[in-house]
């Protein structure tokens, strides 16, 4: 199975990559010549086995960001995301480069999003030895489940604590059950599921689509899995 899984890989982001070449081209110039002049950003990412990686992303964010402000918490309406980059952010597509990754073998289309050091510290224990088991994803469950996660931190009146003590929490228990559930129907559900929520952003089939999974606190977007019959 992870074989079949790993040959799926390659030839997605393979494909994606071909047909998304004039858009990338696109995307690369605009960023080039608007903003700071910067196209790519380069961050390390704890990878499988916990072994740190570079993650290949279009830049959203203005130099340094991570050392300035919440660092690589980001909140909704961050000063420093750069004019082009909150629609990148908003669509995900500043995540594309990541399809070379792919290709390179250091990430998978599906699995926990990778995490910067800090912020996968702030998983629970038993999380962090799962979720190391697998390759990190350009996609997960728990991407789909927090899309609005940026929103959720806002609200909060101590963004930090929010991420660390409630989100991390949960998301670690999200991407548990990823990692006990995996395999080839999850794989394909989890790309269906994710350009299912690029057109119906507010859509609840996740929960239709995958039982039992851990319910959220009532302090992360109950509506999430409040009304789960929803489309």
Not at 25 to 43: N, P
Not at 160 to 178: L, N, Q, S, T
């Amino acid at each position: 199975m992870r074989v079949l899984i790993r040959l799926l890989d390659i030839f997605l982001s393979l494909l994606a990559l071909l047909l998304l070449s004039p858009f990338l081209i696109v995307v690369m110039l605009l960023l080039r010549f608007t903003g700071e002049g910067e196209v790519f950003f380069f961050q390390e990412r704890v990878g499988t086995g916990g072994k740190l990686f570079k993650l290949f992303k279009f830049v959203t964010m203005r130099k340094n960001s991570q050392n300035i402000g919440t660092g690589t918490v980001t909140l909704k309406n961050d000063p420093r995301v750069l004019p082009i980059g909150r629609f990148l952010r908003k669509t995900k597509l500043n995540e594309l480069p990541q399809l070379m990754n792919i290709v390179l073998g250091s990430m998978s289309v599906v699995g926990p999003r990778p995490q910067t050091q800090r912020c996968f510290n702030a998983f629970p224990e038993k999380s962090k030895s799962e979720i190391i088991k697998v390759r990190p994803g350009l996609s997960g469950l728990g991407s789909i489940i927090f899309r609005d996660e940026e929103e959720v931190i806002a609200a909060h009146s101590d963004p930090v604590r929010c991420y660390d003590e409630i989100i991390m929490p949960y998301k670690g228990a999200i991407e548990e059950w990823y990692v006990a559930n995996q395999g080839l129907r999850t794989y394909l559900c989890v790309i269906f599921l994710t350009a299912w929520v690029i057109f119906f952003s507010k859509s609840q089939l996740v929960w239709r689509v995958f039982k039992g999974l851990p319910e959220p606190p009532p302090e992360v977007a109950p509506s999430s899995a409040a009304e789960p019959a929803r489309t």
